[in-house]
């Protein structure tokens, strides 16, 4: 596999369920991302890794909690969610500094629905 | 804050029109500037990139220049076809401070070429 996979690619849960979101990245890159990508909104940031460690934590809830355990694998763990939480969220990665800045490499995302 | 403001879409143009997008973006200092690209049912990916004031970008035919005194980062191509239906995101990466590539997203604009 090359780049970034994101699994599920779909996923419907209610809103007292638990679930995962699960990130690989195949670059060797040192920083991954989670956005939120919602209709007609902006992408939102909402966690970023550097060096396995979190670096922001964009006012998200805590129903979202990230989790990444080594450099090449990042999870969101959702719970007690909402139905405005449905969206797409991508995972993406980039290395930093390297040869090219500011250049992410995303995954396809996992769209999530919230009955 | 940083901030971009992409054009309102939908665009709906007919094959081998002439395409503009605006982008124009607030943010202190020197930010380098991105054009990502969203294909139906894929994460995104970068189109092309600027990093001083007067560069020109280019990829796929395709251009943006980077114009600090109006602080846009227009996407233009000549010709469009319809293989280029697909979400266009303008975004910049401030610099300094971090170490990592966090980005700062417009809402997209979405194009559709007709045959």
């Known amino acids: 596999e090359t780049g970034v996979t994101q699994t599920p690619r779909h996923l419907v849960m209610g809103m007292t369920n638990k679930k995962s979101l699960k990130c690989e990245q195949h670059l060797g890159h040192n920083a991954m991302y989670w956005y939120k990508q919602s209709a007609k909104k902006p992408l939102e940031l909402m966690f970023v890794?550097?060096?396995?460690?979190?670096?922001e934590n964009n006012s998200v809830p805590s129903r979202f909690s990230p989790e990444c355990p080594n450099s090449s694998h990042l999870f969101l763990h959702l719970h007690t969610l909402q139905p405005e939480d449905s969206a797409l969220y991508l995972c993406?990665?980039?290395?930093?500094?390297?040869?090219?800045?500011?250049?992410?490499?995303f995954g396809e995302g996992s769209r999530l629905t919230v009955l | 804050g940083n901030s971009v403001t992409q054009m309102e879409g939908p665009v709906t143009l007919s094959e081998e029109a002439f395409l503009t997008i605006n982008c124009t973006y607030t943010a202190t200092g020197y930010p380098s500037l991105f054009w990502y690209v969203q294909y139906p049912g894929e994460g995104l990916q970068l189109l092309l990139k600027a990093t001083k004031a007067d560069d020109k970008g280019s990829n796929k035919g395709f251009e943006a220049t980077y114009r600090k005194e109006t602080t846009s980062f227009h996407l233009e191509k000549g010709s469009v076809q319809v293989s280029d239906s697909a979400v266009y995101f303008c975004a910049l990466r401030s610099t300094g401070g971090t170490s990592y590539g966090k980005l700062t997203f417009g809402q997209g604009t979405i194009l559709t070429v007709h045959p």
């Open positions: 890794y550097s060096l396995e460690e979190r670096v």
């Open positions: 993406a990665s980039s290395q930093d500094p390297g040869p090219a800045p500011g250049e992410l490499f």
